[in-house]
């Protein structure tokens, strides 16, 4: 069974920093590429950044831009985010995303598998 379990959310501050962290199972976790879209009360899940079957090649949303990096370990069949200078506006259930394809999308209706998510909450 295809399992994606993201970790490593919490409660921090403006300005702080936290990674998180997708763990894959049950998939061949190389050949697909992988994402993290995230989704506010009242508003529509929406891309956060993505990275291709290897590295370096990765996209991001222009709100993160700068401050948010993605990657991944195919070895350890792991996906991450590094999220720095945090803002409220940040606060979001950030879910991971698995896409039969060498490049990721920000279409959500392209991807396969999805985490339960992790909550992320940055206040002021």
């Known amino acids: 069974q295809v399992q994606l379990v993201e970790s490593g959310g919490g409660l921090v501050q403006a300005g702080d920093s936290l990674r998180l962290s997708c763990a894959a199972s049950g998939l061949a976790f190389s050949r697909y590429a992988m994402a993290w879209f995230r989704q506010a009360p009242g508003q529509e899940r929406e891309f956060v950044g993505g990275i291709r079957w290897s590295g370096p090649s990765t996209a991001y949303a222009d709100s993160v831009k700068g401050r948010f990096t993605i990657s991944r370990d195919n070895a350890k069949n792991t996906v991450y985010l590094q999220m720095n200078s945090l803002k409220p506006e940040d606060t979001a259930v950030y879910y991971c995303?698995?896409?039969?394809?060498?490049?990721?999308?920000?279409?959500?209706?392209?991807?396969?598998?999805w985490g339960q998510g992790t909550q992320v909450t940055v206040s002021s």
């Open positions: 995303a698995a896409s039969r394809g060498e490049i990721p999308t920000t279409q959500r209706r392209l991807y396969d598998y």
